[in-house]
Nanobody
Framework: QVQLVESGGGLVEAGGSLRLSCAAS????????MGWFREAPGKEREFVAA????????YYADSVKGRFTISRDNAKNTVYLQMNSLKPEDTAVYYC???????????????WGQGTQVTVSS
């Protein structure tokens, strides 16, 4: 069992930066691949980024590649999403999730956080 709690969301102007954190409970955090997804009003939840259990492999949606960076600290049971050059279209609720293997498919993920709101003003 893994419980996930996101933090770090907020309101930022276009071009600005935010860093999201996702703190996990449980001693098995390092066994899970981790992902970030987002859901904008009226849209499906979409993949943003994923990282392997060791942190050696990362994957990004084309829409965020070059602007967002996913990382993890297994000693702190935490995964991060550094978001730079934010755009209004990045506005969404951001969720972290845990999966048995790295995937862009949300249905692979067994555990989800409650989400954190990111709003980017133009």
């Amino acid at each position: 069992q893994v419980q996930l709690v996101e933090s770090g969301g907020g309101l930022v102007e276009a071009g600005g930066s935010l860093r999201l954190s996702c703190a996990a409970s449980g001693r098995t955090f390092s066994r899970y691949a981790m992902g970030w997804f987002r859901e904008a009003p009226g849209k499906e939840r979409e993949f943003v980024a994923a990282i392997s259990w060791s942190g050696s492999n990362t994957y990004y949606a084309d829409s965020v590649k070059g602007r967002f960076t996913i990382s993890r600290d297994n000693a702190k049971n935490t995964v991060y999403l550094q978001m730079n050059s934010l755009k209004p279209e990045d506005t969404a609720v951001y969720y972290c999730a845990a999966a048995p293997w790295t995937s862009e498919d949300r249905y692979t993920y067994n555990y989800w956080g409650q989400g954190t709101q990111v709003t980017v003003s133009s």
